[in-house]
């Protein structure tokens, strides 16, 4: 399998960007700021929503992927709320494609374009490529592990910080009493923590060198494994409480951080931990 993911990141990583701009185009975009009332859906709760284009455009893209790589499986957000055993897929030997049909669904919802489409290409745990397209924005952002990371073809570099982190955080309705307290660690002089939008184009800031950090409380793929990479591949870094990498199989410690470069990562992971 390994020999067909590498052919693929030589000649494909065009065609996926194509696969999103066209789900976009087919079931996202013509339906922004045009949902009727019962498009849209709770699924645990007020702030965890989906809607009609997240459904279509994980089918559509779910169909495309596993075309342009023969044999790969896809574990989408939607399908894994439909049947949770399908994220067993990311433990196994196939190449899993992992798919956030709509990342920021309340954003979307809210007629706000702050949203974006996440698709990472992962093998054995390790992500190797990933996508973050931002349709309402028109930016597109592609990581291949160990070639860099790019937006709309210029190469993305995180660069250090200022005198104050910025930090995005966690809504508070997503969080346990324990990960409360430690993302109130943050709440010290020189770090300015803020709640999170997308997780998908906090993790862009971050590449692109407008936001220092994330410190997040949950761990689903679908969130976090294209970001991370991009984050990665931009010169930053990520770590959890318990001083490990971050393993998009899942079994973190939480939270987890990722930052634009070490000393970004130590002092968020610091500040987390000495707080649980």
Known sequence: ???????????GVPDVEEALRKAAAAEVMPRFRQLAEDDVVQKSGPHDLVTVADRLAE???TAALTTLLPGSVVV?????????????????????WIVDPVDGTRQFVHG??????LIALAWRGEVLASWT???ALDEMAVAVRGKGAWLDGERLVAGSPGEVLEVATSHPDFTTPEQKRALHGLRVEGVAPRPCGSAGLEYLAIARGELDAVAFSWELAWDHAAGLLLVAEAGGGN??????PFRIEGGNALPFTAGRDAATVDRVVELLSAAV
Do not use: K, N, W
Not at 76 to 96: F, K, L, M, N, W
């Open 76 to 96: 989408g957000e939607e399908a894994v709320h439909a049947d949770p055993s399908t994220y067993e897929a990311i433990r196994t030997d196939a190449a899993v």
């Open 112 to 117: 706000d374009p702050g949203f974006c489409m």
């Open 1 to 11: 399998m390994i020999e067909a993911i590498e052919d693929f990141l030589v000649r």
């Open 133 to 135: 397209y931002a349709p």
């Open 239 to 244: 770590r959890t409480v318990a001083g490990e």
């Open 59 to 61: 089918e559509q893209l």
